[in-house]
């Protein structure tokens, strides 16, 4: 039988991140990500539901996410899921799934490096960030709208 674990979510930071290191120097962060639902039901209301994921980046992604993003910033993630167990100090079993990323991309506006350019998405230290054309939004500042003289009519 074939298996499959991908996870791909949008959504804000929960919490800044927080930044620790294994034994062997390898960066680890972990944060929340909160992701929103909205739908209307079938009375007619707006309704909302709201998701909380823990997430957990190693590596360089790990170190770029602690510098660029913070508490309410939106981000997309890419990952699997993994499912954690340990025993808890009263001898009790816990366990709970979290998403490691594996790739992301930021949301919003450009974050800055050092010298003013834009830094790198993550994932993998050659991706390179991508264009807002490139993202599916058009020269004329709104997503999949080209400009007023790109309509053939």
Not at 2 to 11: E, H, I, Q, T
């Amino acid at each position: 039988m074939a298996n499959f674990n991908k996870v791909l979510l949008m959504g804000n930071l929960t919490r800044d991140p927080q930044l620790s290191y294994t034994p062997n120097q390898t960066a680890v962060v972990d944060f929340g990500l909160a992701v929103n639902r909205r739908w209307t039901g079938q009375d007619g209301a707006q309704k909302e539901d709201v998701c909380f994921v823990d997430c957990r980046a190693f590596g360089k992604p790990a170190e770029t996410l602690n510098k660029y993003m913070s508490k309410g910033k939106p981000v997309f993630i890419e990952g699997r899921l993994t499912y954690d167990t340990w025993t808890a100090q009263d001898g009790s079993k816990k366990s709970r799934l979290r998403v490691t990323v594996e790739n992301f991309q930021f949301l919003g506006g450009a974050p800055s490096g050092p010298e003013g350019r834009p830094s790198g998405t993550g994932g993998h230290e050659s991706a390179e960030r991508v264009a807002p054309a490139e993202a599916g939004q058009m020269p004329s500042g709104e997503p999949g709208r080209p400009p007023e003289d790109d309509i053939p009519f």
